[in-house]
């Protein structure tokens, strides 16, 4: 795994929070980040250009969704999922077990894998640790996720417990399957809301000296102090030398709050979420757009915001957009969302080199 | 009106073609040249950054869509539309005349204007010229257009004669209500498919002197030869000295043929509005990039074409896009149309500065 190094440049004094360098075959990835989704080879409504304009480095991909349409082998086909997409910098495809447990009908679940009705066909598709490798080899990301069984919460502790066992036994075949180099497979802390199945899952993984390991299933549902309650149980079984990565959070409150228990990278399909329904992101809070009060507003949307929408156009403009149902909208509040969170992130990457993360974001983690 | 200049760089040897440049305040228009149309002061999933890099240099913006949304005092507001939708080249409004005639409902016709019910509340709405002037006087664009009665096609003979004399007493009304030097106002030459009716409207306009002249009335259903048919009537009876623009037109044919006959600017709906139907502008034809065909063809869109879209992405790709029904791809068939009806009027603005007009475009000519 000689392609992927995470050193850590600082540690914050107060909190387990820690800015780092997490470097891949396309590139490095600065740490703590926010990562924008872009589920079927797109961030919704930008290009690439304007998706590096946001400051994004790193961007998601999702394997169940690029299984259905194209299908891996297309992607493949136009030299894997970079040249695919045009984004040259580094990519992360999920496993698909979450949309698996989340989005598929007929679902039937063995300890061989996951059977579910296409949603596209019909067709009655199976997909197993082994498969999931085979797709996000194919597919050809810098980052590759461990298929893993994601219970819905609220779950029993028997339930959670059955689906960490599993998960675990997943992993070991994806470790097994899986044989790039030039592709870090990430493994997936299970074990819900009990803290001694987190600890048990954390203590194993952090046994197979993986490249990279991520905090799942918290966000099937949790409330946020349950999300914050999985993360500091966790995070201090896994290693020191390993980029975290908390899945599915991408609110201002739980990414400073996980970033002080220490997390390195989040997803989140919020920003472009949003953007589609005329909402922006300032400064902690959501703006519906449409709102009358805009309408004569000829400021910019954030005027510390750097960003293409914030520095070309007035909140009155972008008004007029969504009123319109304009797709110009979309995109816009798209740029500015998705800059929104990778700024965020930015800025207490900079506090805690500076030594200032506590003090400056307390309001976030109080 | 010494900020609008047109001069003829080159005229064709055996056509009416003619290459020159149109002057205004916000920069020159090299002619003939398509111009894209962002109805409600944007042209439709496309930045103005993006509108940039396709060639595009003067932009359309409807009156009848702004008066309606947002309202032309916020437009002015924000310091007039080039500001509000932050395109600082050429703007050109049409005069909602177009579309008080095909699009509303409850429409009154009389000397002094037209009434109708707005589709947005329900309010009676009223369009003089006077009116239409001082929306377009308010909007700030750099070119604005006479208020105009545009007859259905078909039409009796007297139906359009009345109408294109209405027009001509309308058009001496916005001369009298204008009075912003910094805005040419051009004037619409009607008359149907009737010669006569042409000539006569031509030959008035022309008497008054306007900075630039419009072929109107020829899109609202006329079969191609007869757009043909009406611009070889009306050209020869108007300026040398003065651009001249065919309302609505922009397909391959009907463009070349237009230019053939001394026509310099053009606008239409058609890359954008195939772009969100899926569909790319390739070569002279018409692709639905949905098709089968498209699904494994890792070759740009139009290997000739410099856009961002053909650059970067494959068939493929776009192909994925389409079927996914990700806004991207309307973005991006959208910057690719746009740039292939630009630069098909460059290609051609430079076969007639190097002689080679008829001989290189006769394939459209005959």
Known sequence: MSHFTFTCDRSCPDTRARAGVFTTPHGPVETPRFMPVGTLATVKTLSPAQL???GAQMVLANSYHLHLQPGEAIVAGAGG???FMGWNGPILTDSGGFQVFS?????????????FRSPHNGDIIAMTPEISMRIQNTLGADVIMAFDECPPYPATREEVETATNRSERWLKRCIASHSNPNQALFGIVQGGVYEDLRVMAATRLRSLDLPGYAVGGVSVGEPPELIDAAVRQTVPHLPENKPRYLMGVGTYREMARAIASGIDLFDCVIPTRFARHGAALVQGERWNLKNARFREDFTPLDADCPCYTC?????A???HLVRSKELLAYTLLSIHNVTELVRFTQRIREAILGDRFAEEFRSWLV
């Open 103 to 115: 989005l598929s009908e007929m679902r039937t679940i063995t300890d061989e894998g996951v059977t």
């Open 311 to 315: 520095t070309q156009f007035t909140r």
């Open 81 to 83: 999922l970079h040249s």
């Open 52 to 54: 590096q304009t946001t």
């Open 317 to 319: 403009y972008l008004c």
